[in-house]
């Protein structure tokens, strides 16, 4: 291993604004009011939400289990409207940290419907933005895969799409939409800081010997950073926090590439550039 490594991070890495709001909603609610619940984690981060808990957030499963005199907090990634709806009825004082880029893709895919088109979302299936976004219309059709597109041709459609998407991929599946359906409008709603991150990464993948993406194995716009950079160079490696990084990995590595995820904290962005300084 060569005496000094050179860290190269990417200009724009770690807390997207969505994220930066919904845990400042969530920091001033309990300091309000002592405590506040949020329903499911408020960012895919495990370390966030374990300093959030010990500042009174508190998070539950479901609305059954929540205590009606303490606020809920539906949180960055958006929440499906029946819930909405339940907790109105259960008389729940909300507080809405929804991404304000979330809440623009449910307008465009209501928007869609309005016109009468089929509405496909691209994103996967079952990850809770999409949830959120396929509440918003009666009859939404997800596409993860391509073996998701109907196998009939269509004569009108819409497309909305999860903000954190591969955008590469994302090409692929609109190219084969288009061989199925004659009137398609598609409305781009990947998040700008999504399509920034990705442009980076493949910079860096370029120019480096090692990459390091560091953020949660449960986020989703980690995962795909680590697929974006693993595509032009197979050295890449995801890490939760210093913990996970292995000396063996700079072996006869002279520039390391440095990203992280939307929802890591900056804290343990700069725990692990220390990490590897000191191997």
Same mark, same amino acid.
């Given at each position: 291993m ?14 997207c ?6 845990i400042?909603?969530a920091?001033?609610? !309990?300091?309000?009011?002592? &405590?506040?619940?949020?329903?499911? +984690?408020? %960012?895919?981060?495990? $370390? /966030?939400?374990?300093?959030l ?8 499963d ?5 205590d ?17 709806q ?15 880029l979330?809440?623009e ?13 089929s509405?496909?979302?691209i ?11 396929a ?18 041709n269509i004569?009108? !459609?819409?497309?909305?799409? &999860?903000?954190?998407?591969?955008? +590469?991929? %994302?090409?692929?599946? $609109? /190219? ?20 920034n ?9 370029k120019?480096?010997?090692l990459?390091?993406?560091v953020g949660?194995?449960?986020?989703a ?11 032009i ?6 890490v939760?926090s ?17 990203s992280?995820?939307a ?16 191997f």
């Amino acid at each position: 291993m060569p005496a000094k490594v050179n860290i190269n991070t990417a200009g724009e890495m770690g807390f997207c604004a969505g994220v930066t709001q919904a845990i400042e909603k969530a920091e001033k609610a !309990a300091e309000k009011y002592g &405590q506040v619940q949020m329903l499911g +984690d408020i %960012v895919h981060n495990e $370390i /966030v939400v374990e300093e959030l808990t010990d500042k009174g957030v508190v998070v539950i499963d479901n609305l059954e289990s929540a205590d009606r005199n303490i606020p809920i907090l539906f949180r960055a990634h958006g929440t499906p409207k029946e819930l909405w709806q339940k907790a109105k009825e259960m008389g729940l004082q909300t507080i809405d940290a929804t991404c304000p880029l979330v809440k623009e893709i449910h307008k465009y895919a209501k928007i869609l419907e309005n016109e009468d088109r089929s509405v496909f979302i691209i994103g996967d299936k079952g990850h809770d933005e999409v949830n959120g976004i396929a509440s918003q219309v009666s009859k939404p059709i997800i596409i993860s895969e391509s073996e998701d597109i109907p196998k009939h041709n269509i004569s009108k !459609a819409g497309v909305v799409i &999860q903000s954190t998407q591969n955008f +590469d991929k %994302v090409k692929i599946l $609109i /190219v084969q939409l288009l061989e199925r359906v004659k009137d398609l409008r598609i409305i781009n709603t990947i998040c700008a800081p999504t399509r920034n991150r990705q442009q980076e990464v493949k910079k860096l993948a370029k120019s480096n010997d090692l990459i390091i993406i560091v953020g949660s194995f449960t986020s989703a716009n980690t995962k795909r950073l680590v697929k974006v950079a693993q595509k032009i160079n197979p050295n890449t490696k995801q890490v939760e926090s210093p913990d996970d990084l292995r000396k063996k990995w700079f072996d006869n590595v002279t520039n390391v590439g440095l990203s992280a995820g939307a929802s890591t904290p900056n804290s343990i962005i700069e725990d692990v550039k220390r990490k590897i300084t000191s191997f």
